[in-house]
């Protein structure tokens, strides 16, 4: 066994029990890749013993997608499975929990036509966006946790035997979701309280803005009018309280789309679709992202940013210290939930309408006019580093430091 | 390799070709066991060759199944995925093709709770009900092909090593599939043909009920009014010509639903839900089976009966030569899209509304009132062999021969 059939016994009990705190009688709608059966099998059997109504994975395969690129017509790209998404919403809708399993294969789209690849990713999100919006408004329980797929492993680790690849990834990823630890429920509980105690201080502060300085980075970031600092644990409208992200270890808010000003400097390759994007440099005007560089891959991202009105403006600010457990292992995963949680990052896109006051009784309209962004991406990308400093500016112009040499300052 | 790759292709492109005849343009929604991702690959692969628009595959996965009975509550079992179906229906509407691939294994749920088996059945085809409305209405091309999955191969073949079951499960696959032949595709449109030329006959023939003799058996079926034969290929209401099963022995219609009269006798075990269902014995009185009784599983078929209204009343009589290919193969396949190829048939439960004079353009009331079924179940059940003779009765009472000694007659 390259992978520890314990551990990953535990990861799918934290999925179930600290992930969405699967409630008796809910469904449950879950994602995965095929190569992940081994743990979907797993959180499904933990799904029912927690009292599931009905577990209902939807698998997608690698090699299916990509006979798609090979053999199918142009226009094959513009389309989506619209009418498996609006299932989906409606599922949520009836408060369906949601997991994803993340582990595809990062690199599965490189080396295609990047048209093609971006004309299926925008018709995918346009589909997905109902569903999705249910999820990132916390209309009901959600979770993402990770499987070391073979092909993901490889990448990670490519002068190991798949073997051994994996072994070291499935570790790592463990490692991280503290299924390691004697008791990993305990584990989360105190974590939980960890991040709580930062995003409290941060709240109670209630910044109008933070300002970055580093190398290559002179950035503003302006906070969304009444937003609310998050982190760990997170209570769903209903009433579940649930931990979106295994791992985690980022506290996070919603800037305002029109007040990000100044430059930045990526600070870890971004993967993005098969593409690796490196040594990303962003200039902001009014909240846009005017002028973006990269030393690889950055026409791509060019485009990716052109999806919509919203691309180029910023949906989230997360804060994470430099010595983070993931940031310490020095692992690059090619892997968003893995390697934002390594690093400072903002993202471009959509925003969580639940970093609001009052979020989860807001209005769209509501949520624009405090400064809320909208689009159909959201795509983190890493600014933090042991270099990075942070102050906190409140409205009057003082300041005072958030962070220092990429760790809380207090 | 136990599964000659060269004819698994060959199946794949008959799906498409001549199941399917999959449209340029048109989406494709397929459901595969997970165990089947091999042909899926296939099947996929030939879809976008052949123009398809997008291919999005549901997979089931056993192993969730079975911790579904070990683990999760009672009230579990009366839920389905209807936000699933309901979405496939959404996808027919908007003129996606279907394609089931068949090869779960068939004493899958042996050894459960027959309780939960039966309400979970329920709930499912209840939930499924609007999807398989616009299927078995022929509002879409549609096609079932089968897949040797070893735990499907371990029980045709029980005293063979797990390769050798699915070398010969494959190879009667192949061969019932015609795709062990130089052109599977010139031999389909031969047999489809040959089909033609029997279904024609009976249409002229314009019979008023057909009437079954043999050993335990002296049966009248009533024919509904302005029934019409079919077999093989067929038009659906989208103008394209499928084969909705691969493969396919049978000529078939519609009985009358308050028309059928008589005692018959089983020929052939039914496997249903992981049951054997063995030496059926059944008795109709206008057109309902009143009296039902097995040598093994009675009560369990006569739950399964009991579903609802239309559950104990025909939707199906189906002609097949004793000599077909299938019959000649011995093999009892435990799955009735092979099983009921290899005899003359009856179905309990929902009528197929294509099999009307006009059948495209008809309500569920006219059908209704010309004598077609209305069920949740469908349910075939094999009554032919070597001694059954067959009259045409036409309405002047007149009778002349369809089938003797389970042969056609002329």
């Not at 314990?6 to 190569?35: F, H, N, R, W």
């Not at 971006?118 to 999820?135: C, D, G």
């Not at 509501?366 to 933090?384: F, K, R, V």
Request: net charge negative; charged share 20%.
């Amino acid at each position: 066994m390259t992978i520890d059939p314990v551990k990953l016994d535990k990861l799918a009990q934290v999925a179930i029990k600290v992930g969405l705190q699967l409630a008796e009688g809910q469904d449950l709608v879950m994602t995965a890749p095929m190569s992940a059966a081994p743990l979907v099998r797993r959180i499904t059997e933990h799904a029912y013993q927690a009292g599931a109504g009905l577990v209902t994975t939807i698998y997608s395969d690698e090699e299916a997608t990509l006979a798609r690129y090979k053999h199918a017509n142009s226009a094959s790209f513009d389309k989506a499975a619209g009418w498996l998404y609006s299932g989906m919403a409606e599922a949520f809708r009836n408060n369906a929990a949601r997991l994803a399993i993340s582990g595809d294969n990062p690199m599965m789209l490189a080396g295609q036509d990047p048209d093609k690849v971006t004309r299926a990713m925008r018709a995918n999100s346009a589909a997905y966006k109902p569903a999705l919006q249910l999820i990132t408004g916390f209309d009901i329980n959600w979770n993402i946790v990770s499987y070391p797929t073979t092909a993901w492993a490889k990448l990670v680790f490519p002068n190991d035997s798949e073997e051994d690849a994996v072994t070291k990834l499935a570790d790592a990823i463990f490692k991280a979701s503290r299924v390691d630890q004697e008791d990993p429920i305990a584990a989360w509980a105190e974590h939980n309280a960890n991040l709580k105690k930062r995003w409290t201080w941060l709240n109670d502060k209630s910044f109008a803005s933070l300002h970055y300085t580093g190398p290559g980075t002179d950035l503003t970031v302006g906070l969304a009018d009444g937003h609310r600092w998050k982190g760990g644990a997170s209570e769903a409208k209903n009433g579940i309280t649930c931990n979106p992200n295994i791992p985690t270890e980022e506290v996070f808010t919603t800037p305002h789309k029109l007040r990000v000003d100044g430059y930045v400097a990526g600070t870890k390759p971004l993967s993005h679709n098969g593409a690796l994007i490196e040594e990303m440099q962003a200039r902001f005007e009014g909240g846009k992202l005017v002028e973006f560089k990269a030393a690889k891959n950055g026409d791509l991202f060019n485009t990716v940013l052109d999806t919509d009105e919203g691309g180029r403006r910023l949906g989230e600010v997360a804060l994470v210290p430099h010595s983070s457990p993931i940031s310490a292992s020095g692992i690059l995963f090619f892997n968003t939930l893995y390697d934002e949680n390594a690093s400072c990052h903002i993202a471009q896109g959509q925003c969580y309408s639940d970093c609001f006051v009052g979020g989860k009784g807001l209005s769209q309209e509501q949520i624009s006019a405090q400064g809320g962004n909208t689009s159909n991406i959201h795509i983190d990308w890493m600014i933090g580093s042991d270099k990075i400093n942070i102050d906190g500016v409140h409205a009057d112009g003082t300041t005072e430091p958030v962070m220092r040499g990429g760790e809380w300052a207090n």
